[in-house]
């Protein structure tokens, strides 16, 4: 799978500096230019990362014990972390969220 591109310089963007870009952090750093998420990929990953704090109460729901269910729980979010970055997609312009 491939990372995210920048707008600019199209320069490839590692996993690491995917999930540093997802937390905030907005300048490529390979040509410097700001890059803002896509409308369309902060959906994908929002609905990506919805279902995650339901999983406690599912599993709970069909009585699974809560060692177990915090394993799948941490596992989920390991597999998230892993898949987010692929999702997004960078813009040189502000999108509005809607
Ligand atoms: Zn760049």
Redesign the pocket.
Known sequence: MEGPR??????NFKWKESVVYFLGHKT??????K?YITTDSSKKVGIFGAPLPLIPFVFNGFGVNWLFTSLIAFLAIIIYMALIPYKLEFTKDKQPLF
């Open positions: 920048c707008w600019s310089c199209h320069y490529c750093s390979n040509c410097g230019k890059q």
